[in-house]
């Protein structure tokens, strides 16, 4: 079949001579058919990339989503490394407001702010749930836009994109860190030790039973209420500020409370939080600082390679320092749970006293801070 090719129509036997065939004409029927084709998918591919763009303007709606119309920021109460903190009202409630700013000027890329604002949405989400006696009431959330206007004393001002706007009660006792610093000379009775450190575990404990790692204790983030009950505050705000894997270094969290294996940049899990915790306790039994003149990599490598820890004072009780030692083990296997922590500071005795007492008082605990070196 040399000549003679299959066709789809005249010819006989349905046969038609290839030197019969019109080119030409098929090359423009060819064209007119592909350019049909083309235009109808592009339609449908306009029309799709329509319904994205109709989808993303919808604005996402959540549970934890504040009404900013109700919202009045105050002074300035902190200020941090990720944004600040103010007082204010919501709904007519005495809140802290935090306001977090990822990377306004620039200092972060596009991909760098949505990654944040993702993790942010899905931690705040988590957070809102949470209820707990020794855990700092998260309120509500939002995440700013260009044109949210929240109302201020002295005025309105915009929220730039890349601002994300938390709300939690506002606790009048302030930070622990500071109670502690009122008392360093006075000191703390053995049962006030025990009920501050037996508020900072169950909370911690709390959180390890909903998998969130605080990854930041420290005196400094615990609040008290006006009874003097200690809440965890910063519980998450922490983590999702981390969640940048180029921010994932030993240097996460606070110099004098982190963990040998974060301090040495090693994976690591809740169990540092109960390290912290170790370090927590004693600087609420001591009523001080530790490590207060050492440097970064002084403490890092004391810590890490000759396992300094905070002197403990020989009138410390036994039930008390055994806590301290088993917290901050190097080990973190050998740590305990949060909640064993609990049951072992329920157990002790504190109606013989057993705290520390000014040093001018005759039966006082004769010990005095001073750092002996590694």
């Not at 180029?246 to 169990?271: H, I, Q, S």
Request: aromatic share 8%.
């Amino acid at each position: 079949m040399t000549e003679e090719t299959r066709g789809g129509g005249g010819g006989e036997g349905g046969f038609v001579r290839a030197d019969q065939i019109d080119l030409k004409s098929l090359d423009e029927q060819l064209h007119r058919h592909l350019s049909r084709a083309l235009t109808l998918e592009k339609k449908k591919q306009d029309n799709g990339d329509k319904q994205q763009e109709e989808m993303r303007e919808i604005p996402v709606t959540h549970e934890w989503e504040i009404d900013p119309s109700k919202l009045i920021i105050k002074s300035v109460i902190a200020r941090g490394t990720f944004g600040t903190v103010h007082r204010g009202i919501y709904d007519g409630q005495d809140v802290a407001v935090k306001l977090l700013d990822w990377g306004e000027e620039g200092h972060r890329t596009q991909a760098e702010t949505a990654s944040l604002r993702a993790a942010f949405a899905q931690e705040v989400s988590v957070w809102y749930k949470l209820d707990h006696p020794n855990v700092t009431k998260f309120i509500g959330a939002t995440m700013g836009a260009p044109e949210l206007n929240i109302q201020r004393d002295n005025g309105h001002f915009s929220m730039p994109r890349n601002v994300c706007c938390v709300v939690v009660e506002y606790l009048p006792g302030g930070a622990l860190k500071n109670f502690l610093i009122k008392n360093r000379r006075r000191k703390l009775a053995f049962k006030v030790v025990i009920q501050l450190a037996l508020d900072l575990a169950r909370g911690l404990s709390y959180l390890h039973s909903k998998k969130i790692v605080h990854r930041d204790v420290k005196t400094e983030n615990m609040l008290l209420d006006k009874n003097r009950t200690v809440k965890i505050a910063d519980f998450g705000v922490a983590r999702v500020e981390a969640s940048n894997p180029n921010d994932m270094t030993g240097e996460t969290g606070t110099l004098g409370y982190m963990a040998p294996e974060v301090l040495n940049g090693n994976p690591y899990n809740r169990k540092c939080d109960v390290y912290s915790f170790g370090v927590c306790l004693w600087e609420i039994y001591c009523c001080d600082m530790p490590y207060p003149d050492l440097s970064f990599s002084e403490l890092t490598s004391a810590v890490v390679r000759q396992n300094l820890r905070p002197e403990i004072p020989r009138c410390c009780p036994s039930s008390l320092a055994n806590v301290m030692k088993r917290c901050w083990d190097a080990n973190s296997d050998r740590r305990p749970e949060m909640d064993e922590v609990v049951s072992m500071l329920e157990a002790i005795d504190t109606s013989k006293g057993g705290g520390m007492l000014p040093l001018d008082q005759p039966q006082g605990c004769l010990w005095f801070r001073r750092y002996r070196g590694p």
